[in-house]
C-alpha cells in the first residue's frame, strides 16, 4: 500500500506503520509531549485519535486512564467501536510477533500483546463519550464541590428551550408588580426580551456590561421633526397610488402612524423612529414616481440616492441613544431572570448541557486536590473535533492535565507532558454561535507549544477526487491567505489528494448555471435553480450519467443511490422551494435540521383540528373542515348555517339541522379528537385519532403525498417527545405553534426516508463531519450575514457579554454600551467564519462536486468563484421519471396478504426469554421475620441513600449533609404518614455502613461502582430461546484483580435465611462481572440493615 506524503507527521501519531518496531523502541513516535494534530478535511482525524489511544496502550498506558471526547454521541459511538476493532488487528498482528520473533525484541512483543489484550478485557471501562458526558461524570464523583446535588437530572437538551419558556412565563407574572411599569416606560414588551434572556442563560457564566449606569433620557423630538419635514417633502410632490413602490409604502404607512398616534411621549417618538429607519433600503421604482426626464422622476432618483444617508445621518444617531437608554432596564430585569432562573435549576436538582461544564469547570478550578484525583484516574485525554472546543470546555481540559494545581487562571496552567492529544481544523471553525471560536483553537495550541508541545499537521485527503482537491486549493488558497484576513484566520495548507482515491475521472467539479436573464432578487433566482438542482439528482440516479452543455453526457463511475446525494445550503430559509421541486419529480428527500418542517403542511393538518377542539378557535375549525381532511365546499357551510345549523364545539346530538355527509363526517373527526383528547395521553390520543381515520395513508396515496406524509410521522415523533416531558396539551400546541413560527428546529423527511434512502437535504453546519458521492452546493443568493445579537468580548482581563436586544420584526430595541463598536468586529469575524463554512462545504464531495451559480450575485458560494466560470455547466434537461410500481392481480395481492399474516402470527412467538437476577435469584418460600416489616419503599430509600454515600464517599460525610440527603430520598418514596420514621431507620442504617468493613475498604479501593447495570444474553439449549439476562448490582469494588460484590438487603429475618433467600442472586452478579469485566476472582456478599453486618456468600 502507498504511503501517504504526510506519513512522517503520522508517525509522530503512532509509530512506524504496521507495527514494525516495539512502540517504546520506535524514535519516530512523540510519546512524552502533547500533540496538536491540524488534520485537513478527509485527512482521518478519528483514525489519527484511535491510533494513538492503541500507541497509549502499546506503550504501557492502562486503557481505563484514557479519556476520548467528541462532539456527539453518534460520533463516540464510532469511535468506541473503531477503537475495539483496532485492538483487535492489533493483537492479531502482536500475537504473530511474539510468535514469530526470535531476537531481543520478543520480550517487547509479547509486553505490548499482554497490554492489548488487557485493553481489550477493559474496553467498556474506558470513557469514550461526548465532552458533556465527560463532564457529568466527574460531577457524579464531586458534586459538592460544585454547588449541585448528588441526585441531579440531565434536562434533555430538545427540551431546554421548552423548559426556559415555562420558567420565563411564571417570571414575568412573578415580577410584574416590580418591572411592569418600568418596561413599559421604555416601550419594552417582556415577550420581545424572551430571545435575549434565552441567549444570556446561555451564557451566564460570562457577566452582562451595561448594568452599572443609565445613560440620560435622550431628547428624540429634534430627529422626529427632521423625518417630519422629510415626509412632507416627499407628500407634497408625489401622489400616492395603488402602484406605489416599497419606499412610498414606508412612507404611506409613518403618516398614517402620525395620524393615530401623535409624538407626545418619548416612547412614541421611538416607535416613530423606529419605523423612519425602515426608509433606508426600500425600494425605490423610479417610472411609478413620474416618467423619464419628468421633474417628479429625477426628484424619485435623488430620494432614492439620498433616504439612506438621511436615516444614517438624522434617524439612527437618535435612535442609537435611546437604545443605550433603554438597555439599562431591559439589562436589569433580564440579569434577575436569568439568576432567579440558574437558581431555580440548582433547586430541582436540574442541569443542562452547559450547567455540566460550568460545574466541572468550577470544581476543577476550587481544589487542586480534586484535579489531582481525577489525574490520578484519567492520565491521558484525547479530544476530537478541538475546533468545536468552547473556552469553558478548554479551560475543564487545562485544569485536568495541570501540573501547577494551585493556578487559578486556566490559561496559566502548564499542561503534564504528554497528557493531552487534541486533533482538530482550524479550517473547519465553523460554531462561533455556539461561543467554539476559532480563537479558542488557537489560543489554546499555542499553551500547548509553549510548554513543549509538538504541532502536527495532516494535509493528505483520502476523501475526494484529486481533481475536487485541485480545485479547492486554487479557489480557496488564495481567500484564506489574503492580508485582509481578520487576525487569527485560520492557515491555509494544501490538500494533497491520496493516490489510492483512483484515477481522476473525466469531470469532477460542475456548475448548475442559473439562467442570466433572471431577475437578481433571491426569491425569483431560486424558483430557476430548484428545478435544475431537481433535474440533476434525477438524472444522475435514475441514468447514471448527467446532461451537460452542448449536449454532452458525463457518466458517473459508480451507481449512484438518491443517500449518495447531499445538497447543501448556507440558510434553510429557501429549503422549502427545493423540497417542491424535489416532490414534482418523485424523488424521496430527508432534510436534517433546519425549521423548514413548520412550513409543512402537514404541521396545518394538526394544529387545526386541535386549535378547533382545545381553543374553540372558529378559523381553525374551518380550516380543518375545508381543508384536504374533510374537503366541505364552501356551498355546503353556507347551507348548513343559513338552515339554523350551529359549528359551535362539542356538538349536541339531536339537533334540529341535519349537515350533509362530508360536513357531518367532518364535525364527527372533531368531536372524536376532543373525546380522546380528554380520556388519553396527549401523544396516544392524536396517533389514534391520525390512524383510526387513516390520515397517514390517506396522505401517502396523494400526489407528492410522501414529503406531507413523512412530514406528518416526524411531527407525531415531536409530539411523543414533548409528551414523555411531561407537557400538557395546550403545552404542546404551545411548541407546535412556536415550531410553526420558526422558533424550534425539526428534521423534515419523505415517507420513503425512512427506509433510509433519501437526497439529504441540510445547512452547511449541519454537515459537519459529513461525505457524500456527490454534494450541490445550492442557493448562492445570500450576499450579506447577519451577524450575531451577542459577543463575548475577551480582550480585558476577564470575560463580558454584550449585545443587542430586537423583535420579531428585527427592529434593534436596545445595545449595550459600545455595541456598535464590537457589532464591527463581529462581522469580521463572521465575514472570516463565511469563509472556513465555504471550505467545509466545498470539502463534503468525494466524486462529483456541483456548484449553483449566476454571475449577477454574490452569496456564500462566491469565494469559489474564481474557477466556477470556466467549468462545465449543467443547463438543465429532461429528468428521467420514477419507475411505476409493477401492477399486480387481485390474486397476488391475497397471496401477499396471506404471507403478510403468516409472518405476523410467527412473529408473535418469542425468540428470547428474560431472566432478572432479583426475581430469579430469590427464593420464594416464607421465612420467619426477626423484626418489623417496612416494606419495598424503605428497601428503594436505602439503597437510593446508599447510592448517593458511595459516590461522595471521598468527603467529607457530615451528619446534617446526611439527613438532608435521606429526607429529600424519603420525599420521592415514602408516604408522609411513615416519613419520619422511615428516615430516621435510613439514617441509622447509615451510620451502620459508614462504621462497617465495607466503608474502609471503597476508600482504599482501585475501582468502585455504585448500582451497576448489566445486561448478557445466555445461550439456549435445544429448541429453547436465548435468555437475556438483566440486573442492576448495589455495590461491587476491586482491588488489585480481586472483585468484591455486596447487595443491600433490609429483610428483617434470620442471617441463614438472608442467605438461603437471597444467595442465588448475588451468584448471578458474580457470573456477570467475570463475563462482561473479565473478573478473576469474585467475592459475593450480603449487607444485612438489619443485623448491621456483612453475610459471605458461597459461589
Known sequence: MQLPPDEPARRVIRGEQDLRVPVLQDRSIVLDRNIVVRAGAGSGKTRSLVDRMVALVRSGVDARRLAAITFTIKAAGELRTRFGDSLRDTEGVLRDRAQETTDDNQEAWQRELEHVQAALRRLEHVFIGTVHAFCGRLLRERPFEAGITPDFRHIDPGAVMAHRRRFWSGFVARSAAKWLKRLEAVDLDPEDLFEFFSDCANNEDVPLTGLTLQPPCPDLQPACERVVAKLDEITARTQITVGEDELLKEVRALVRSLERQPLDSVTARARFLHGARRLSGRSCVLSRWGVRGSELNAYA??????????????????????????FFDAGQFINEAVTEYSAARRRRGEQTFDDLLWGARRMLQASPENRAHFARKFSHVLVDEFQDTDPVQAEILLYLTSE????????????APGALFIVGDDKQSIYRFRRADVDVFHRFEQVLLDHDGVDVALTTNFRSDPRICGFVNSALSPAFRDPLQPPGQARWEDLVAYAGNGQ???????????????????????????????QAIAQLVRSGSLQLEGGRALSTPDEICWSDVMVLFRTATYIPRFVEALDRLDIPYAISGGKTLGKSESLRLLLDPLDAVLAQDAIAQLAFLRGPMCGVSDLDLVEFIERGGSLRMPRRAGGLVEPRPALADGLAMLDDLSRRLAARPPAAALEGWLEDHGVLAGLAVREGGAGLAGSLVRLMALVQSWDAQ??????????????????????????????????????????????????????????????????????????????????????????????????????ELQQAEELRLTYVAATRAEQLLLISYQSKVDGPWSPLARGVFELPAFEGGPAPKATQPEERTIEEIEAALEEEQSILESLRHPTYAEASASEDGEQTHFFDATGESRGRTYGTLVHHLFETLVLNRHRSLDGSWIQRVAARHAADCIEASDRAQRTADALKAAEDLLNSPVWLALQDADEVHAELPYTFVASADGDEPETLHTGVIDLAWRKGDLWMVVDYKTDAIAVEDLATKHGMQVRWYAHALRLLAAAGEVQTYLWSTHHASLIPIQD
Open 301 to 326: 432618483k435623488e430620494i432614492r440616492d439620498s433616504i439612506g444617508d438621511f436615516v444614517d445621518t438624522y434617524v439612527e444617531p437618535a435612535l442609537a441613544q435611546w437604545r443605550d437608554y433603554v
Open 404 to 415: 501547577n494545581r494551585k493556578e487559578k487562571d486556566a490559561w496559566k496552567c502548564a499542561p
Open 504 to 534: 481522476p475521472q473525466e469531470e469532477a467539479v460542475l456548475r448548475i448555471a442559473i439562467p442570466e436573464k433572471t431577475h437578481k432578487k433571491r426569491g425569483d433566482l431560486v424558483s430557476a435553480e430548484a428545478p435544475l438542482v431537481a
Open 726 to 827: 411531561g407537557l400538557s396539551w395546550p403545552e404542546i400546541v404551545d411548541e407546535l405553534h412556536r415550531l410553526e413560527s420558526d422558533d424550534i428546529e425539526a428534521e423534515q423527511l419523505t415517507l420513503d426516508a425512512l427506509e433510509g434512502n433519501a437526497v439529504n437535504l441540510m445547512t452547511v453546519h449541519q454537515a459537519k463531519g459529513l461525505e457524500a458521492k456527490v454534494v450541490i452546493l445550492a442557493d448562492p443568493h445570500w450576499p450579506n450575514p447577519p451577524g450575531n445579537d451577542l459577543f463575548v468580548d475577551r480582550s480585558g482581563r476577564t470575560p463580558v457579554l454584550s449585545g443587542q436586544i430586537t423583535n420579531r420584526r428585527k427592529d434593534i430595541l436596545a445595545w449595550t454600551p459600545n455595541w456598535t463598536g464590537l457589532r464591527v468586529r463581529d462581522l
